[in-house]
């Protein structure tokens, strides 16, 4: 089962954008991590946001996190067409470390 | 810096046959992870291994086996392929930290069962 569910499934916008993109998940949690995955490739780890934070910063990257609400959010601020990829949130509920992944957002930004 | 390193890349099997999909990580992490990837499903863990001689059960266990050969290497065996394990199968890594789990992935590998 599922842990995390990521809304919307997809999500189109032009270049200069800003994306959003929603992760619920069910359980309590240690930390809440955000994965990309281009076409063809592996996921690579984009941030990671403890229990205890509200929000996070990356580059163009802001999460943030409500656990009261069990639901955190991912925004990319100013898309490029490199952007164009896969969003996982994966939640690590404290069963030793294990992930478990959400089914992904879909972005296609386009030029 | 090569990561995680998944072979092969592609690989079609007839229904029964078997094969072992190999991994290594050169990263020194004690953790390895075998995960499949359907459509519309997100990643489902398969089996995992905490550290060196160690293996565990994930989320969708049946059918596979794994070895964790030594630090490196953790290697995931199909016995009788079936057409429900048509699927892209990623293997990852990542430190023994509970605290902090960042998972490192290789490529994958895309399986077909006819």
């Known amino acids: 089962s599922q842990q995390g569910e990521e809304d919307p499934q997809a999500l189109s916008i032009q270049e200069g954008e800003n994306a959003t993109m929603n992760c619920s998940y069910k359980t309590s949690i240690n930390n809440l991590q955000w994965y990309r995955q281009n076409s063809g490739r592996g996921l690579v780890h984009l941030i990671l946001i403890r229990s205890n934070e509200r929000e996070k910063h990356s580059g163009r990257l802001r999460v943030t996190l409500d656990t009261s609400k069990k639901s955190s959010s991912l925004l990319i601020t100013a898309s490029r067409a490199a952007d164009t990829a896969s969003y996982f949130c994966?939640?690590?509920?404290?069963?030793?470390?294990?992930?478990?992944f959400g089914a992904g957002t879909q972005v296609v930004v386009t030029p | 810096n090569a990561g995680v390193t998944q072979t092969p890349k592609f690989q079609v099997l007839k229904t029964g046959q078997s094969m072992t999909l190999q991994c290594a990580q050169d990263?020194?992490?004690?953790?390895m992870y075998w995960y499949r990837q359907d459509p519309g499903m997100g990643l489902r863990l398969i089996y995992y291994s905490a550290s060196e001689g160690t293996t565990d059960k994930g989320e969708v266990p049946n059918g596979y086996n794994v070895s964790r050969l030594n630090k490196r290497e953790f290697s995931l065996r199909l016995e009788s392929a079936a057409p429900s394990q048509t699927s892209v199968y990623f293997c990852?890594?990542?430190?023994?930290?509970?605290?902090?789990?960042?998972?490192?992935f290789g490529a994958g590998t895309r399986l077909s069962v006819l």
């Open positions: 994966a939640t690590d509920a404290g069963s030793w470390g294990k992930l478990q």
């Open positions: 990852a890594s990542s430190e023994s930290d509970i605290a902090k789990n960042i998972q490192y």
């Open positions: 990263m020194n992490h004690n953790s």
